[in-house]
């Protein structure tokens, strides 16, 4: 362990010099500006309308919210869907069969069943899109159908 050197004296810190000090230490070739303020004012006092204004809406309405955030209202109407759908041994069959095809061969189905509307087809677009998800949207869908079986 180090010793402290008592013999010679402590070496005091700066402080940083006042406004005041700074101006009287310029330099001849410096003028200060009239406009110049001494220093910065605080200026809270602007905000009170806006306060004042936001307790009064929250006060307003004081009801809850239910808010989800857009990628989770995506992937709750993708879950709704998919519960729509009968667990049938011929949907597994087609789910399995989408899975086996290729990215163009999938796009394909898509342009096939885009040109036809109703529930049958958004469906069959769901399911095609559910097939091959990133980990993150699969970790996300997963957690919409749980949502949505909850309810």
């Known amino acids: 362990m180090a010793t ?6 402590a070496q005091k810190c700066q402080r940083r010099p006042s406004l005041r000090e700074l101006r009287a230490n310029r330099p001849e070739n ?16 602007r905000f009170r309308e806006a306060r004042i204004a936001g307790r009064k809406l929250r006060k307003q309405h004081a009801a809850y919210f239910d808010y989800s955030a857009p990628f989770e209202r995506k992937h709750d109407k993708t879950a709704a869907t998919l519960l729509s759908i009968e667990p049938t041994p011929a949907f597994a069959l087609a789910r ?4 086996a095809l290729t990215d163009e061969q999938r796009q394909s189905v898509r342009d096939i069943l885009e040109r036809g509307s109703g529930e049958t087809n958004r469906q069959a677009l769901t399911t095609l899109d ?11 869908l997963e957690a919409a159908l749980k ?4 309810k």
Request: hydrophobic share 40%.
């Open 4 to 9: 402290a050197d008592i013999s010679q004296p």
């Open 147 to 150: 949502r949505g079986a909850d």
């Open 30 to 45: 410096v003028t200060i500006l009239p406009t110049a303020q001494a220093r910065q004012e605080q200026r809270n006092y």
């Open 96 to 99: 399995a069969i989408i899975a």
């Open 130 to 140: 559910t097939v091959k998800l990133s980990i993150g949207d699969a970790t996300a």
